[in-house]
């Protein structure tokens, strides 16, 4: 079942028509809601290539899978809850409310994995024929410049499949214990176009078997086509992985629980679904991040944080562009938390964007396209509804059919524009080489009804590009968690103001007068992190920061 249709809940249809703007054409809202009850170097490259346009679209705001042989044509279905809300007609209309979830306009089944190795962190999946068959498919790829000739390129050898011919591609990335990537794909195509691919193997290959089924060995790439799926399929895998897929005999691999949650709500008929871990693609998956991609990280880490286990994003163009971002939270986290935190960070991404740009020199070539990016992920985030479902939480926007390439041509040359080591994103002032003093004067903005004083602290620290850093032992020596909850509302106050606040709010005895109350438990420093290194902020307590001979801030000073 897809998002949506999961629960009957009031969806808003798409877009019904565009109004000329500038930038690209904006458009008018729809006026009617309706109801609906429902993986070596160069592989790492190639991986970093390949979802670096659907990375780029979360910095901004922020398919398919091979089916068993058997259900060669399962994203043409509909689930029943979306038949019924089909033939439901367009009873209890009302009008928009400005907040309420786009409609999706697809609606297939939820991708399917068979075929892949155990243990992929990162899946791609893309529906290339049905992409090239939309009127913009080509001036979407040009879009990318070098980045998507090198991925159009890479899979072109590859798979040895016109890509037009391919009706569905699935890539999985992993890492071995050797800290080497390993890529994994799943071609769906035609039995004469994977008979040739396969066949063409045979001169520089090795036949191999495995039970009653034969594959291939050349080099370091090992090719399978599954008796099961009819010669509709072809593996392509790594020797060290191969094995692991014939074993599975065409059943789809283990995943973690909270990956089968979000595989549960995706869409096979969409475009492209990327599909990553958060927590892989930020420790062990680091590697993804080199080059002009190593700019990514930080924005992206600003985005996700560290409080969403699984994370999809999917692309679709026709009539209109649509893209879709669905995450699944960590348990410690409650979806409707999740929403909010995203709707905010979204919120503040275009003058996160616009910060960035007014600090680069951008070429006579790029200049015009760069300069009017930020607008464009302004509009973007304008036009993005997000809801909160049990134990998950969506993100959808609908855009003109241009605003997907204009969106990937001017995040692809905003990111080759960045000078090396610049980070995009990374902070207001992600340029700028100030201390962390000078961050704490900067002016900024915090609002939030109800969250913790870790979250509060971590939204602060990604406004300003500061390192804020609880010191728990210190706290709960003075029987101070760090999970009370409270509400905040200051605006255009500087940094180390709202950081006061935050404190103040979260001291455990409430009749302190004031920061330089001795009652006021709560305080922060500014020291090395480590000896020799970089400055960052510590939220200790008043006892604590005078046992080690740390200088507290004479704001928390009595008079």
């Not at 075929?115 to 913009?136: E, K, M, S, T």
């Not at 996700?304 to 960590?330: N, Y």
Request: aromatic residues 6%.
């Amino acid at each position: 079942m897809t998002v949506g249709a999961a629960t009957e809940a009031a969806i808003i249809r798409r877009p019904g028509k565009w109004a000329q703007g500038r930038g690209w054409p904006k458009f008018d809202r729809g006026r009617k809601l309706a109801r609906m009850s429902s993986r070596i170097k160069g592989d790492r490259i190639f991986g970093g290539r390949a979802v670096i346009a659907a990375a780029l679209m979360l910095v901004a705001a922020c398919d398919a899978v091979i089916a068993p042989a058997q259900e060669p044509s399962s994203t043409d279905s509909r689930s029943s809850a979306d038949q019924s809300a089909k033939s439901s007609g367009e009873s209890g209309l009302i009008d928009d409310d400005g907040k309420t979830l786009w409609e999706s306009p697809t609606h297939g089944r939820p991708l399917k994995l068979a075929y892949l190795p155990p243990g992929c962190q990162i899946i791609l999946a893309v529906r290339p024929a049905d992409f090239a068959a939309q009127p913009d498919a080509e001036k979407v790829v040009t879009t990318l410049g070098p980045i998507g000739v090198r991925v159009v390129q890479f899979v072109k050898k590859t798979v040895d499949i016109p890509l037009r011919d391919v009706e569905q591609l699935l890539v999985g990335w992993q890492v071995t214990h050797e800290g080497n990537w390993e890529t994994a794909l799943v071609v769906g195509a035609t039995p004469e176009a994977t008979a040739k691919a396969f066949d063409a193997q045979r001169a520089n290959a090795a036949a191999e078997q495995n039970d009653d089924e034969g594959y291939l060995v050349a080099g370091d790439r090992a090719y399978w086509r599954p008796k099961l799926a009819e010669g509709r399929v072809l593996v392509i895998a790594s020797q060290s992985t191969i094995g692991d897929i014939l074993d599975l005999a065409g059943n789809p691999p283990p995943l973690r629980r909270d990956v089968e949650r979000l595989l549960a709500q995706t869409d096979a008929s969409r475009h492209v679904t990327l599909l990553i871990v958060p927590s892989f693609l930020f420790n062990d998956g680091a590697g993804i991040f080199s080059g002009e991609i190593s700019r990514l990280r930080d924005p992206l880490f600003w985005f996700l944080g560290d409080d969403i286990s699984a994370a999809a994003l999917s692309l679709h163009w026709g009539d209109d562009f649509f893209v879709e971002l669905t995450a699944v939270p960590t348990l410690d986290l409650p979806a409707n938390k999740m929403a909010d935190q995203l709707a905010q960070r979204l919120a503040k991404s275009p003058e996160r964007m616009a910060s960035y740009v007014s600090a680069l020199a951008p070429n006579e070539y790029s200049r015009a396209v760069v300069t009017r990016f930020p607008e464009m992920v302004r509009t973007l985030a304008a036009y993005t509804r997000h809801r909160a479902n049990r134990d998950h939480v969506v993100l959808r926007s609908y855009l003109p059919a241009a605003a997907g390439q204009n969106l990937l041509m001017g995040a692809e040359l905003t990111l080759a524009e960045g000078g090396a080591g610049s980070t995009m994103g990374t902070t207001v002032e992600a340029n700028s080489q100030k201390s962390v003093r000078e961050r704490l004067q900067q002016k900024t903005s915090l609002r939030f009804t109800k969250d913790t004083l870790e979250t509060a602290l971590k939204m602060l620290a990604a406004d300003i590009g500061a390192e804020i850093i609880i010191r728990g032992p210190d706290l709960q020596l003075d029987g101070i968690t760090k999970n009370q909850s409270f509400g905040i509302d200051l605006a255009d106050k500087p940094a180390e103001e709202i950081l006061v606040q935050i404190l103040r709010l979260a001291n455990p005895d409430k009749t302190a007068t004031g920061p330089s109350d001795p009652k006021q438990k709560l305080v922060y420093v500014v020291r090395p992190k480590v000896s020799g290194g970089p400055e960052v902020v510590f939220v200790t307590t008043r006892a604590a920061a005078k046992k080690r001979g740390d200088s507290i801030p004479t704001v928390f000073s009595a008079k």
